[in-house]
């Protein structure tokens, strides 16, 4: 058998998790003989409709522990390549119409755990220019921790976009944006100078020896290739790989959409966060409009309280003049599909319904509902995920077996600390405490289990 046909580390799966688990096998371990498996071109199905949004906010601090760790080594290939992806650290605001905002706070300490005391700040006396003065533009120099505003002239005069009934605001300091596929385009190259490589092929099935043999679709025909270990990085399609090890993983697909348009009005000031209402909302339709939706049974929904989470950013920096937004709504499940263009909840109404709901955080944005944007996109991927949406990383079913999976809407923020732990496990390395609760053995604690599903907030956005 050819070097070509043997390696020592098949990963099925060329997004943004096998491609940082890769870079971690190669540049923290040492290893040469790892292949990238995908019959797509790298980053080009879920990662691809990334918002490449960060942040450390979790309501759990093994979540939190994780997202920092995760920004950590963020932070290090930023200094290392002077910050070939652009990550930027304008943090998140949390925005509600709340009398009280003791609920959000007290999910803040349980997500900072040790930390909290020192990492929350109550700004009830801080003058604006002081906390204008904190917004600072380059990553290096943001602070950390969340800062809490409940003054409302204080939020007027900092954050003057905001709708004027906003009675709180959390501002996630560790938070902001990336472009991930310029972080993969990095960690491609370091793959293969340190030896690796890519095969485009589609795996087809697993048989199991001494070694994993992988029957792979390529254009020109089969191929077989033997592996040492291989690694489950196939997002949606991760249950798919793993049942052919014989393994079922608890991951559901989840379609979510977004939009991104040309914000020729000037409608979100091009330094705002990260800005995401918390509030459930009622939109707001004409009566005729709404009394035809309220007789659609597909649609009816929209009629009724739908969940906060509205979120905009500007996109492409001061300079720009883009915005995208976005709303998780859809609870449906998916059989997922590699043609997105035609996946059933691609909705063509989405982009009024987003622009509706996020009008209500941003009103200038209610100028886009008669008058809709002539240049946007409008696109979405699969939240492949768990049901206590957190990730599946580390050991599956037989011995040499692993999967980096269930990375839901954060996989792109996660990358580098689910590829670093995925690594980790298949060289038998240094694990961090998280590291089992994170992996499919967090399934034999029930207790725990059932305690996480309790959660209202799961950190989905
Ligand atoms: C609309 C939307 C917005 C998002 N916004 C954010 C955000 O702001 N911040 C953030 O951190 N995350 C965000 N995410 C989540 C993030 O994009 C995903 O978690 C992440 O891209 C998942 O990466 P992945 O490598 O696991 O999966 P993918 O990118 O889907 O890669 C899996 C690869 O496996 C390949 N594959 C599957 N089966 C096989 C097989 N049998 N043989 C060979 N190859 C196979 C596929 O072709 C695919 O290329 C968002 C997701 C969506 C959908």
Known sequence: ???????????????????????????????????????????????????????????????????NRSIDLMEAVARETSNVFNLTRHGYLLATRRHSVDELVADLYAGYGDQADRSIRIRSTASAA???????????AAPDGADVLSEPSLIRSVFPALSSDIRHVIHIRRAGDIS???????????????????????????????????????????QRLDADLVINAAGPFASNVAAMLGVELPIQNIFQQKIAFEDSRRAVPRDLPFAIDLD?????????????????????FLTRTLPGGRHCRPEGGRNGTWVKLGWAYNADVSEPRYDLANEPKLDEHFPEIVIRGAASLLPALAAYVDSPPTRFSHYGGYYSMTEENWPLIGPMGPDGAFTVAALSGFGSMAACAAGSLCAAWACAGDLPDYAADLS??????????SELRKYVNKGLL
Not at 184 to 212: D, H, P, Q, T, Y
Request: charged share 20%.
């Open 180 to 222: 991930s596929q310029q972080l993969a385009a990095f960690m491609l190259e370091r793959i293969r100078a340190a030896g690796g490589r890519r095969i485009a092929a589609e795996l087809k099935g697993v048989s199991m020896g001494n070694r994993f043999e992988l029957d792979l679709e390529t254009p020109n025909g089969t």
């Open 280 to 300: 459930a909302t009622e939109l707001d339709w004409a009566a005729d409009v709404r009394e035809l939706l309220a007789e659609d049974p597909a649609r009816s």
């Open 1 to 67: 058998m050819s070097d070509e046909q043997r390696v020592e580390i098949a990963i099925v799966g060329a997004g943004i998790a096998g491609i940082a688990t890769a870079y971690y096998l190669c540049t923290q371990h040492g290893r040469k003989s790892v292949v990238l498996i995908d019959s797509q071109q790298p980053m080009s199905f879920t990662s691809a409709q990334s918002g490449d949004n960060y942040r450390n906010w979790w309501p759990h601090p093994t979540m939190v522990d994780f997202s």
């Open 440 to 449: 499919i053995r967090r399934y034999a604690d029930t207790a725990q289990l």
């Open 130 to 140: 002081a906390y204008s003065a904190t917004l600072a533009t380059d990553w290096t």
